[in-house]
Each structure stands twice: as C-alpha cells, then as structure tokens.
C-alpha cells in the first residue's frame, strides 16, 4: 500500500521560498504520477503541480507557474516542490496525492493516495 508524507512547510516572509518534500513508501513511487494540492480555509482544495512518472511532463496551475518546480527523485522515493517568490496567497494546507493507476498522465490524474498535509503560511 502506498503511503504518503508531506515535510518542509513553515512560516515565511512574502518574497521568500520553501522545498516541499512528498516522501512515498509502501511501494516505489518512480511507477506513480504524483500531484501537489492545496487548500485554505472556506477554499476548495486545488491542484497546484503534477508530475509524471519518469519526469518527463510537469503541470501546473496558472498563478503558480513561474514560482514553483516541481520535480521527482525516484532513488529517494520522493516528489519535491520548490516554492520561490511566496505570497500571502500562497498560504495554505499542502498535499501530495497519487493516482492508484500506474503510467497515468497528468491530464487523467485522480488523487487515491493522500499523504496529511503540510502547513505553508506566507506572512510578514
């Protein structure tokens, strides 16, 4: 069973950046299309970024586009998410998730496995 765990969320001044850290076990990740979600509070949840297996095709939503990178390291088992020049907005719950099939691609992704999420607040 794949299990999921978020890290590296904290407290940051506006301007400044964090690497979020999805870290997978159970399984081997590099099999699995892996996507960030986030939500604030009274906001649905949105999807932020999404990887493919292998890396070879990213995805991510338009206000985060030139601000944030996602990437993979199958050898670690982990998906990361660099998040540069932070806004307020940017404060959320963030997730990781993967898609119970395997080789999906990002346009098809559905969340099965969720890991808890991983507070980002963005305040100066």
């Known amino acids: 069973q794949l299990q999921l765990a978020e890290s590296g969320g904290g407290l940051v001044q506006p301007g400044g950046s964090l690497r979020l850290s999805c870290a997978a076990s159970g399984a081997t990740v590099n099999y699995y299309t892996i996507a960030w979600f986030r939500q604030a509070p009274g906001k649905e949840r949105e999807r932020v970024s999404c990887?493919?297996?292998?890396?070879?095709?990213?995805s991510y939503t338009n206000s985060v586009k030139d601000r944030f990178t996602i990437s993979r390291d199958d050898v670690r088992n982990t998906v990361y998410l660099q998040m540069n020049g932070l806004k307020p907005e940017d404060t959320a719950v963030y997730y990781c998730a993967a898609d119970r099939r395997l080789f999906i691609s990002c346009r098809n992704f559905l969340g099965d496995y969720w890991g808890q999420g991983t507070q980002v607040t963005v305040s100066s």
């Open positions: 990887i493919s297996s292998g890396g070879g095709t990213v």
